[in-house]
């Protein structure tokens, strides 16, 4: 069989030899898209006019014109999607960092199960300064849990694209933000203080717990989002045996026993400071160019990556960033409003030094039972992380192999991920309430709490489950971009809790736990329904915000 060459037939030697000379271009470079390329490969090759007319051509671009016409053929396509595939991480790898990300609640309950009541160590205070402290932890909690939604979306998102400029930026502005924050919560807390006649060295602690959780919180953002699991762990386990070990082992060295325990959480409170400068330090130290060619050769530097980016627009990016701002506050006061209200309503009252009666006392009664109930979210916590942290590239990796006409698949995906994901939050979370009333008389007895704490764990345990729902439900909706949705259910369900809870208590402070219920079963289920309304148009909601 003879091929034509202009007015020349190519004989079949002369056609075995420009196939075998296109398969060596084509493995070489593939999609190859003009005759020009075609020549300069097989100059490449070493091919010249020479060789052309020896294997029948009458020149070298006569041989490059004639391979052009089907060099495409030899294209290996069949690996070409898996270059753009994003790896996803086993189940193992994911159980394991999940696990190391909420070791500090782990680590919380340990102490939990080893020194009382709180989760928080304080544990044979006085009173007074228990309800201070444990005041500025939560009022910690709350003030910087939406201001860490913001600083983590951004640190992340500019990291990823390695504009280390805007991360440096970003970090200074979300300490200038909580400064700005901090700074006048503590004021408000003074002056209240003086309105209130509250000692001012009550207060002072409640200043001081308030300003070193919430600098602690925004400090780990850099941790939790790169990732450093084995610095996590090892920086809370230190600090854990610390706070323990000065507590329990200096009762000689330092009698008193409030002044022993501020100095034991100082001193854990270093050993976190000293890994969250450590990881600072990196990051300031880097540059955009580090990161790009960190795995390149020594010699290797690209030169289209500077630090010295755009300055973008504070103002934008926090109204941007508004609904998960307004999702982390809320959910937090969701968390824990109830609690603070049972403390105004302690029949237990609290006399200052001064003689003047606090307004409000710890109630170890209710967080017994309460704080236990936490324990059924853990669990759950983990199933979240260990089905969605791979989301995003097991989409992306069907979406790259997927024709048009098949995108109902990223659909039915997705709408499978989100049964799986809701059914193992509720498996999971209901049987750890189930097992947890079952022990609860031990546990309970064991930790001092009475058969109110019993009753109020039986609540709080089921709106644990619905948290549950609630955390899942927010998970995905905000893959799919739902956070404004999110922050609405999460400010409605705070509001039924606020005022329930304040009606109800009046009537006994252990009431307030039904309005937590109320206010975690509007969120579960109110969640629910903007997922089977959002899920039905998963991919297209998907492919709108990512694409």
């Known amino acids: 069989m003879k091929a034509i060459q202009g007015n020349k037939e190519i004989s079949r030697e002369a056609k075995v030899f420009a196939n075998k000379t296109a398969r060596s271009i084509a493995e070489i470079q593939q999609s190859i898209n003009n005759m020009a390329d075609v020549l300069v490969f097989l100059e490449v090759l070493g091919y010249d006019d020479r060789n052309a007319k020896e294997n029948g051509f009458e020149s070298l671009n006569e041989l490059a014109k004639y391979v052009y016409n089907f060099v495409d053929a030899y294209d290996d396509k069949s690996g070409e999607s898996d270059s753009f595939t994003v790896e996803v991480p086993s189940t193992k790898k994911r159980l394991a960092e999940s696990l190391s990300m909420i070791f500090p609640w782990l680590g919380s309950l340990v102490l939990l199960f080893m020194t009382g009541v709180s989760l928080w160590m304080a544990w044979g205070l006085p009173a007074g300064v228990t309800t201070a402290f444990l005041a500025g932890v939560f009022l910690g909690l ?137 990881h600072h330090y990196k990051i300031i130290g880097q540059s955009s160019t580090y990161i790009v060619a960190k795995n390149a050769p020594h010699f290797y530097s690209p030169l289209t990556v500077s630090d010295n980016t755009i300055t973008s627009r504070f103002g934008v990016q926090l109204w941007e960033c508004l609904p998960y701002f307004m999702y982390g506050t809320f959910y937090f006061v969701l968390l824990f409003a109830d609690r603070a ?50 989301i995003y590239a097991l989409v992306h990796n069907r979406a790259i192999t997927l024709k048009v006409s098949e995108s109902k698949k990223i659909d039915w995906f997705l709408q499978y991920s989100y049964r799986k994901l809701m059914a193992a939050s509720i498996g999971v979370s209901v049987a750890g309430a189930v097992i947890l009333n079952l022990a609860a008389p031990m546990v309970v007895g064991y930790l001092g709490g009475s058969e ?71 969120a579960g289920m109110a969640s629910t329904i903007v997922m089977r309304i959002a899920i039905r148009k998963a991919g297209s909601l998907l492919f709108a915000r990512y694409i």
């Open 452 to 522: 109110v704490s019993l009753r109020i764990l039986a609540f709080a345990s089921a709106g644990a489950v619905f948290i549950s729902i609630f955390a899942a439900n927010g998970v995905f909706m905000i893959f799919l971009g739902k956070a404004k949705a999110l922050a609405q259910v999460s400010l409605v369900a705070a509001f039924i809790v606020c005022v329930a809870g304040v009606f109800l208590a009046q009537y006994g402070f252990e009431n307030t736990v039904i309005a937590y219920l109320a206010a975690t079963v509007f």
């Open 341 to 390: 209200i049972s403390w105004f309503f302690n029949p237990v009252t609290v006399t200052a030094a001064n003689g003047t009666i606090l307004p409000l006392s710890f109630n170890s009664v209710y967080h017994i039972g309460a704080d236990l109930a936490l324990l059924v979210m853990l669990p759950a916590a983990i199933i979240h992380y260990v089905i969605m942290s791979p």
């Open 142 to 278: 709350v003030l910087t849990e939406g201001l860490l939604q913001n600083y983590n979306r951004l640190f992340s998102f500019y990291y990823s694209q390695t504009n280390i400029g805007e991360v440096k930026r970003s970090m200074k502005r979300s300490y200038a933000l909580a400064g700005v924050i901090l700074s006048g919560t503590v004021a408000a807390l003074y002056g209240a203080s003086v309105l209130a006649n509250i000692p001012l060295e009550l207060t002072t602690i409640t200043a001081i717990s308030t300003v070193t959780i919430s600098l602690h919180r925004v400090s780990y953002v850099i941790m939790y989002t790169l990732k450093k699991l084995a610095h996590l762990t090892l920086s809370y386990t230190i600090a854990f045996a610390v706070l323990a070990g000065a507590f329990f082992l200096a009762p000689n060295a330092i009698p008193d026993v409030t002044v022993r325990y501020f100095a034991a959480l100082g001193s854990a409170f270093a050993v976190l400071c000293g890994f969250a400068i450590y």
